[in-house]
């Protein structure tokens, strides 16, 4: 289980948020908040939060439990 704040990086990361329904906060490589959802899909680029895709080595992505 991934805390309140913790950064997700490996595949591992995104598959627990993607099967547990964790909600996944994003930033922009400049720190702003762009976003907040549910992982869709992810492969080793992108991550598709709700129906947006994100390049993995451009943003940043956070977990958010409970939010």
Do not use: C, W
Not at 16 to 29: A, G, I, N, R, S
Not at 35 to 55: K, P, S
Request: proline share 4%; aromatic share 14%.
């Amino acid at each position: 289980m991934h805390d309140q704040g913790d950064i997700l990086i490996y595949d591992s990361h995104f598959l627990y948020h993607l099967k547990e329904t964790v909600p996944v906060q994003v930033y922009d490589p400049a720190g702003a908040h762009v976003g907040i959802g549910l992982v869709a899909r992810f492969n080793e680029h992108f991550v598709e939060i709700d129906t947006t895709l994100y390049n993995r080595l451009r943003f940043t992505f956070v977990s958010r439990p409970g939010y």
